[in-house]
């Protein structure tokens, strides 16, 4: 089974800017959907970005337009580029692979994301 492991979180003043990286221990070419969830303190975990094993991305309402989900299959790698960072985008977030071919979600450890002047 694939292991995540996320990296790029950190403190950041709003209006700036963070790429959060999601290495996979093995391919994810044609085999995963790949995204990112978040959750902030006391909620539950939403959504934020996907993108398909062929590419497809899709948005939460809240990330549209300031967030942009890419892929590198040749890296494993899948990365968030957040722009325009607000404090409600404050959570840990959570990279995820699922199989394109009947499989469960699985998860990384997480990143914090701090958004605060």
């Known amino acids: 089974q694939v292991q995540l492991a996320e990296s790029g979180g950190g403190l950041v003043q709003p209006g700036g800017s963070l790429r959060l990286s999601c290495a996979a221990s093995r391919s994810i070419a044609n085999i995963y959907n790949m995204g990112w969830f978040r959750q902030a303190p006391g909620k539950g975990r939403d959504l934020v970005a996907l993108?398909?094993?062929?590419?497809?991305?899709s948005y939460a309402d809240s990330a549209k337009g300031r967030f942009t989900i890419s892929r590198d299959n040749a890296e494993n790698t899948v990365y968030l580029q957040m722009n325009s960072l607000k404090p409600e985008d404050t959570a840990v977030y959570y990279c995820?692979?699922?199989?394109?071919?009947?499989?469960?979600?699985?998860w990384g450890q997480g990143t914090q994301v701090t958004v605060s002047s």
């Open positions: 993108i398909s094993s062929n590419g497809r991305t």
């Open positions: 995820f692979a699922r199989p394109v071919i009947n499989g469960g979600f699985i």
